[in-house]
């Protein structure tokens, strides 16, 4: 286990200063059901954040409304005493409010989001953030009143990189009307890849895609499902193989999955090494739905 790390995931460089091991860690599992309410083991959450430390993993990924605030009170902890903290890259997320287990609803109004900020700026414990995602554009305020109040946050000092979440390309071309866009976080993974198109946009504009949900098999896997058969082929398993997938779709796809346990989170990183042909990588392809 000591020769596993993200390294293998390759890097992307979010400027001069940031380049970040491409496989990440998303703490959306660290709370509790319905992304609601505390982890019911809070030392555990802490003690994952610090195994994905030691994995290689600099690249983590949050909102204030994972739980809400839960998990990133962990993050905080989980990073407070590691030796390479200037180097860990921290993507956040506003823009939605809670209302109980399961229930999202955007709110983009700039004061709020603005508020926002400032409280995860102090649940992180960090003077700025590293890259800020809406996390949904609120259809009750214009993108410009949205992107425009992270704009005046960024030159502010308080945000270095801006990027969107669950939106087509319209929508980015839209937002870049007000602001430069670095990352967009859309649902994507091997069973479903609808959002081919603002992958590829993103990718010719030299945006990070994140991936959300990227452990999703769907209905692919089953002892004879071909998914299943390319990863006995890599003595792998089906999740590991989804995750060589989507790094091996284009260099700029960072895969943030998620987990509670060190053990699944070894079988995660496990995948930075998993190297598909470029003849499994289309068959893989053939098998989720795309709009291509």
Known sequence: MSQINASASGTYAFDDQFKVNRLGYGTMQLTGEGTWGPYDDPNNAVSVIKKAVDLGINFFDTADSYGPW???????????????????????????????????????????LRQQVEVSLMTLGIDHEDLLFLHRIDSHFSVAEQVGELKKLQDEGKIKHIGLSQVT???????????????????????????DDVLDYAESQHMAFVPWFPLNTGKLTGANSPLAKIADKY????????????????????????????????????AASIKLSDDDFKAITNLGVSNR
Do not use: C, M
């Open 70 to 112: 839960f998990a990133d009170r962990y993050l905080a902890e989980g990073l407070k005493s590691a030796s390479n903290r200037d180097e860990i890259f921290i993507s956040d997320k506003v823009g939605q409010t809670r209302q109980g287990p399961g229930v999202w609803t955007p709110h983009g109004e700039p004061n709020y």
């Open 169 to 195: 390309v319209g929508q980015i071309k839209e937002a870049q009307k007000y602001a430069k866009i670095d990352a967009v976080e859309n649902l994507y993974n091997v069973s479903d890849h609808r959002d």
């Open 235 to 270: 003595k792998a398993s089906p999740a590991q193989i989804a995750l060589a997938w989507l790094l091996k779709r284009s260099g700029n796809v960072l895969p943030i999955p998620g987990t509670s346990s060190v053990a699944h989170l070894e079988d995660n990183v496990t």
